[in-house]
Every structure is written in C-alpha cells, then in structure tokens.
C-alpha cells in the first residue's frame, strides 16, 4: 500500500480517491437525512426481498405465491410485519431474561451498521450541498463491515443459549461454529482486494475499478467471497443453525412476537450487506457496466444509485434461487467445505496474487502479461487436477470415499438381520429392545389405560 503525506497535509495514494474529505463538510442535518433515509430504506428493501422470494420460489413451484394483500401481494409482508408486532410475546419460564430479551437487539443493530459505510453512488447535490450518496467512509471501512457482521452472530449464539432449552441451544452451537469457519475463508477473500486496491476504505475501492471490475482479475476471490457469505447469513443450503428438519426452528425456536421479527429483520438486511458489499469489492460498485459505461454521463449523479441496486437485486435473486434448488448440506459436508477447501483455496490464491503483484509492482510487467504468464500455467494444473483418474476407478482395495455409505448387518427391531445403512459403531444407538420402566403416576395424571 503506498500512502503518501505531501508537506501541505493532503494524502497521496490510493486513500486520496476515498470520499471522506467531501463527506466531512456534510452539515448535522444532512448526516442525520442520509441516516434516517437508510434505516427507511432497510425496512422497505427487506420487505421487499421478503415478497421478492416468495414469488421467485413460487415460480419455481409452480404456484402464484403472495397475490392476495396490495397488487400482486406486495402488501403481504407488511401484513406479517403488523401480525407480528401485535402478537402476543410469550417468554418461557427457564429462559435468562435478560440475555434472551437482548439477544435480537444484538442481531438486528449490527446490521444496520454495516451500510453506513457501503458507497450507494457517486457525487451528487442534495439541498445545494456537493456530497456523496454514502453515510461514512472511514480508512478501514472493510473491516469495520467485518466486525459489525460478526457482532450480528453473537445475537444468535446468546440467543440459543439463553431460551434454555436443546433445540435453540444446538443452533446456537452450529451458528458460532459456523461464524469461525466461513468467515475466515470470507476474510481471506478480501485480502486480494486490498493488494490491488491498496486500501481498506469502500470508496476508494470502487474507485480503484475504474479500469476495470475485480470479478475479473480476481475471480477465485469473488467465488470464495460467494460461498461464504451464504455461510454467513444462514440461508439455504447452508442454514444449519435454524433447520427445521432436525432442530424445529433452530436458535430462534422459543421466540414469537416481535422478537422473533428482529432475527428475521436481522437475516434479510445481513443479505442486502453482503450483496453489497460483495457489490463494491468485486463489482466495481456503484459503476455502470458495459456498454452503458461508454455513455459519459452513466457514472454520474443519481445514475449510480441505480445501477448499484440492480447489481444488489441480481445478487439477492441468486439467494433465492439458491434456496429453491439446492437441499440443505449435511454439517460435516459443511465443516468439509469451510476448512479444507474455502481456507486452503483462498490461501494458494492469496500467495498467487502477492507473486502477480510484487511482479506487476516492481518489474516492467504489465497486468495483461502477468496475468498470461501465471495464468496459463495455473489452467493446465487445474485441468489436470480436474480430470486426473479418481481413486475408485484405480481398482485398489480399502480406497472408498470418505462419504461412502458402508452397509452394516444388525439386528432389526424384531430380531431378524437386516440392513441398517451406516455402521452404528461410532454412534450411541440404544438398543432395540429397549424397555422404558413405568414411572409412579403423578397427582392429577389421567391413566389411559383405564
């Protein structure tokens, strides 16, 4: 990162494109509008994404979805947000009040948080104040994103531990594990951002993709960044943390009211964050794409709040689409994935990337030509990897998958072997003739049998 101070005081460098310096000439009144416009702003894109999924899966159903409160449903979400508010809240008696009350606020303010420091657009004038169309923009505006996304976590994790009961508790448990895997890989995968950007501030790096986006100079970057943020917003197939199949509601199944609303209001804006983020880091932000960027008024005012939300729209349509394709992963799969493959992978990147960079930096390389001759050699290591024989067709004995179903023969319920699927060896199964004694009948108790 080269950051240069000149004798007046001005910085030179890559931070010298960051926006902060027009954004601090902002009036109270003016920060105070952009903050209020983005809490409104939130509410209204999550019940839109709340309608937006429910009629993209319905298509892929094949049923209408929402048609019925507003023109096409769109008032249906607002409906559930005023179910919701006046219902009735109901707390368990085993639950810690306080860790279980706080829970939600915990989930839901960090992500508000995090868009404060997402670039929405360019340069503009609001009421004939030149400033940009973001709320903040700090030196390491990535990582304060970062750090509010893993704070939201905690609101989850304390949220299952405090309701006092297994369900919730186990969810919690998935939720934290599943934080400490992906978001290191997410991490990782902006470590290559920041080597060609040379900063950390969000503004500066969509000004950094003037050239050209990062999805294209970093792809492997972009696709682990992809994985992960699905990991870290808890959405199918990777929403082990609430899955109904096994854990009834996951962390948040002895919430109602309103309090269950802030978990579900915390999800939905944690998926606008990470779409936008990945929007700015890898998809030149609030930038027009090709053709439209030959026009030279397309990357100017209010021109680039749109083309920045369509890019957040298309990203939310691969979530849903996402989910109303691909089955929930089983949890080791998952561990699987996050640490032997998205940490390694982002790892050899960044290693590749800091070779290209050193190389582009201090030779007379061009990008193209470091791109070309790391490029090329990386491409024929992954066909070959890619269609190298796999060790079942290599015919050696004891070489099954790690995945591989192995039958084991087992006594059946009635006595009478059968197939039991995996081996119950690594398991505590009870045994099949287990007996359950009869317990004194307690005061009040109604004896079916009589």
């Given at each position: 990162?080269?950051?240069?101070?000149?004798?007046?005081?001005?910085?030179?460098?890559?931070?010298?494109?960051?926006?902060?310096?027009?954004?601090?000439n902002?009036?109270?009144?003016?920060?105070?509008?952009?903050?209020?416009?983005?809490?409104?702003?939130?509410?209204?894109?999550?019940?839109?994404?709340?309608?937006?999924?429910?009629?993209?899966?319905?298509r892929?159903?094949?049923?209408?979805?929402?048609?019925?409160?507003?023109?096409?449903?769109?008032?249906?979400?607002?409906?559930?947000?005023?179910?919701?508010?006046?219902?009735?809240?109901?707390?368990?008696?085993?639950?810690d009040?306080?860790?279980?009350?706080?829970?939600?606020?915990?989930?839901?303010?960090?992500?508000?948080?995090?868009?404060?420091?997402?670039?929405?657009?360019?340069?503009?004038?609001?009421?004939?104040?030149?400033?940009?169309?973001?709320?903040?923009?700090?030196?390491?505006?990535?990582?304060?994103?970062?750090?509010?996304?893993?704070?939201?976590?905690?609101?989850?994790?304390?949220?299952?531990?405090?309701?006092?009961?297994?369900?919730?508790?186990?969810?919690?448990?998935?939720?934290?594990?599943q934080?400490?895997?992906?978001?290191?890989?997410?991490?990782?995968?902006?470590?290559?951002?920041?080597?060609?950007?040379?900063?950390?501030?969000?503004?500066?790096?969509v000004?950094?993709?003037?050239?050209?986006?990062y999805?294209?100079?970093?792809?492997?970057?972009?696709?682990?960044?992809?994985?992960?943020?699905?990991?870290?917003?808890?959405?199918?197939?990777?929403?082990?943390?609430?899955?109904?199949?096994?854990?009834?509601?996951?962390?948040?199944?002895?919430?109602?009211?309103?309090?269950?609303?802030?978990?579900?209001?915390?999800?939905?804006?944690?998926?606008?964050?990470?779409?936008?983020l990945?929007?700015?880091?890898?998809?030149g932000?609030?930038?027009?794409?090709?053709?439209?960027?030959?026009?030279?008024?397309?990357?100017?005012?209010?021109?680039?709040?749109?083309?920045?939300?369509?890019?957040?729209?298309?990203?939310?349509?691969?979530?849903?689409w996402?989910?109303?394709?691909?089955?929930?992963?089983?949890?080791?799969?998952?561990m699987?994935?996050?640490?032997?493959?998205?940490?390694?992978v982002?790892?050899?990147?960044?290693?590749?990337?800091?070779?290209?960079?050193?190389?582009?930096?201090?030779t007379?390389?061009t990008?193209s030509?470091?791109?070309?001759?790391?490029?090329?050699?990386?491409?024929?290591?992954?066909?070959i990897?890619?269609?190298?024989?796999?060790?079942?067709?290599?015919?050696?004995?004891?070489?099954?998958?790690?995945?591989?179903?192995?039958?084991?023969?087992?006594p059946?319920?009635?006595?009478?072997?059968?197939?039991?699927?995996?081996?119950?060896?690594?398991?505590?199964?009870?045994?099949?003739?287990?007996?359950?004694?009869?317990?004194?009948?307690?005061?009040?108790?109604?004896?079916?049998?009589?």
């Amino acid at each position: 990162m080269r950051v240069a101070v000149t004798p007046g005081g001005t910085v030179s460098g890559p931070d010298s494109l960051s926006v902060a310096p027009l954004l601090a000439n902002d009036p109270v009144w003016l920060m105070l509008i952009k903050a209020v416009v983005i809490f409104a702003f939130l509410l209204l894109l999550t019940l839109f994404a709340i309608w937006f999924e429910r009629r993209v899966v319905g298509r892929m159903q094949h049923r209408p979805g929402p048609n019925w409160n507003g023109p096409l449903g769109l008032l249906q979400s607002l409906a559930d947000a005023l179910k919701l508010i006046f219902k009735e809240g109901l707390m368990p008696r085993m639950v810690d009040k306080v860790v279980y009350i706080a829970a939600p606020i915990m989930a839901g303010i960090p992500a508000f948080m995090v868009f404060s420091v997402i670039p929405v657009g360019g340069r503009v004038s609001m009421f004939g104040h030149q400033t940009a169309l973001q709320l903040t923009d700090l030196p390491v505006g990535v990582l304060l994103a970062l750090v509010m996304s893993s704070i939201g976590i905690y609101g989850i994790v304390l949220g299952g531990w405090s309701s006092g009961s297994t369900y919730p508790l186990l969810g919690g448990l998935r939720s934290a594990a599943q934080m400490i895997s992906y978001e290191i890989a997410m991490g990782l995968s902006f470590v290559a951002v920041f080597l060609y950007a040379g900063t950390l501030s969000t503004s500066a790096i969509v000004a950094q993709q003037e050239a050209g986006w990062y999805i294209w100079l970093l792809p492997v970057s972009f696709i682990v960044y992809c994985i992960a943020m699905v990991g870290e917003t808890n959405r199918a197939p990777f929403d082990l943390p609430e899955a109904e199949s096994e854990l009834v509601g996951g962390y948040n199944t002895e919430y109602s009211s309103m309090r269950f609303g802030l978990f579900f209001l915390a999800e939905y804006i944690n998926l606008i964050n990470v779409s936008a983020l990945c929007t700015t880091l890898f998809l030149g932000g609030w930038r027009a794409p090709w053709p439209l960027s030959l026009w030279s008024g397309a990357n100017e005012g209010w021109w680039t709040m749109l083309w920045f939300f369509i890019k957040v729209l298309i990203f939310m349509f691969v979530f849903v689409w996402l989910r109303g394709t691909l089955p929930r992963f089983r949890y080791d799969q998952f561990m699987h994935m996050g640490w032997k493959v998205l940490v390694p992978v982002s790892l050899a990147w960044i290693l590749l990337v800091g070779v290209a960079r050193v190389l582009n930096t201090a030779t007379t390389l061009t990008t193209s030509q470091v791109l070309l001759w790391m490029g090329i050699p990386l491409v024929i290591l992954l066909l070959i990897v890619a269609f190298w024989p796999a060790r079942a067709e290599s015919g050696e004995p004891g070489e099954e998958d790690e995945y591989d179903v192995v039958p084991a023969v087992a006594p059946s319920h009635h006595g009478e072997p059968g197939v039991v699927g995996p081996s119950l060896a690594d398991f505590p199964v009870p045994p099949m003739d287990l007996v359950v004694p009869a317990g004194p009948v307690r005061k009040g108790r109604v004896d079916v049998d009589s």
